[in-house]
């Protein structure tokens, strides 16, 4: 059982901010010493994030927000791994921070050397067939004329 493929669409296809403070994608730049040439990009072709079944089961969501540390190489490097904003179930958390480690990014660069960085990156765990949980209007999309919700 994955993570709705809505989210996983939003996680694959965003970006991250420059600035630190405000993300235009999916995950927030956290730390970085001086400004980004290039930001790290999600390269991963499929997500690794999974619901626990007992959860899944009874159609429990949540959202988990992780602080990563991406080393020069563009891997996540599960020891700096945390859980910045927990989902109020600890499954749920423990899933997240566990699939973390499959993560793999392009890194950052500075003057076009690999660089490491820390962000913030959010994992929406939602079921297909739960409602939306609020603030969920985001994740609302338009393809070919039909409305896509969580």
């Given at each position: 059982m994955r993570v709705s493929w809505i989210a996983a669409l939003l996680l694959v296809t965003g970006g991250c901010s420059r600035d630190g403070k405000h993300g235009s994608g999916p995950f927030t730049l956290a730390h970085s010493r001086g400004q980004l040439d290039e930001?790290?990009?999600l390269i991963n072709p499929e997500l690794p994030f999974r619901y626990p079944a007992a959860l899944y089961a009874r159609r429990v969501q949540g959202n988990v927000t992780l602080r990563l540390f991406i080393d020069r190489a563009g891997w996540v490097r599960p020891e700096s791994t945390r859980v910045e904003e927990p989902s109020g179930y600890a499954a749920l958390d423990s899933a997240a921070v566990?699939?973390?480690?499959?993560?793999q990014f392009s890194p950052a660069k500075r003057d076009g050397a690999p660089v490491a960085v820390s962000v913030l990156f959010p994992v929406l765990f939602r079921h297909p067939e739960a409602g939306a949980l609020p603030g969920d209007s985001i994740l609302q999309k338009t393809a070919n004329g039909r409305r896509i919700t969580p």
């Amino acid at each position: 059982m994955r993570v709705s493929w809505i989210a996983a669409l939003l996680l694959v296809t965003g970006g991250c901010s420059r600035d630190g403070k405000h993300g235009s994608g999916p995950f927030t730049l956290a730390h970085s010493r001086g400004q980004l040439d290039e930001l790290p990009t999600l390269i991963n072709p499929e997500l690794p994030f999974r619901y626990p079944a007992a959860l899944y089961a009874r159609r429990v969501q949540g959202n988990v927000t992780l602080r990563l540390f991406i080393d020069r190489a563009g891997w996540v490097r599960p020891e700096s791994t945390r859980v910045e904003e927990p989902s109020g179930y600890a499954a749920l958390d423990s899933a997240a921070v566990a699939a973390s480690r499959a993560l793999q990014f392009s890194p950052a660069k500075r003057d076009g050397a690999p660089v490491a960085v820390s962000v913030l990156f959010p994992v929406l765990f939602r079921h297909p067939e739960a409602g939306a949980l609020p603030g969920d209007s985001i994740l609302q999309k338009t393809a070919n004329g039909r409305r896509i919700t969580p």
